[in-house]
């Protein structure tokens, strides 16, 4: 059975590209051995993260146990848990977005202010978020999964 998770957190140092680097790389070789995908959107503006996983869900459940657990993060809050007939991101094994090159009109179209809170937003607004920003072509790491 395929599961949709889509997780925020905030991270305990500030967001720099070898932070998001070194999170996307081993997410990547991770995922390809447990038949994960996804996609990692970070923001500098208020150090958060929003990430979606899918996959079958003994493996989503036991990466996002891992993840509550990971010193790099804080706060993590679960802000959808779905099964799923399909997965939205299948093409990345772990795609990346960088939200301080994205248009801030994309993200205000989803959110009360420009900047990312996903604290403040629904899921269902954070995961259409999420994919608005994956078909307007702003994946800044793609894996090709």
Known sequence: MLVRLLYASRATREIDDALV??????????????GITGILC?????????????GGRAAVNTLYASI???????????LVYSEITERRFAGW??????????NLG????F??????????????????????????AAIVTRDGA
């Open 106 to 109: 994309s993200i205000l179209r």
């Open 42 to 54: 970070s923001s500098t503006q208020g150090n958060v993260f929003l990430q979606a996983l899918e």
């Open 68 to 78: 509550v657990r990971d010193p790099r993060h804080r706060d993590v809050t679960l």
């Open 111 to 136: 959110s009360e202010n420009p900047v990312l809170d996903p604290f403040s937003m629904s899921g269902q607004s954070a995961l259409a978020l999420l994919e608005e920003l994956t078909s307007t």
């Open 21 to 34: 680097a070194s999170i996307v790389g081993h997410a990547q070789k991770y995922n390809v051995e447990h």
């Open 93 to 102: 094994r772990m795609g990346s977005i960088n939200l301080n090159r994205v």
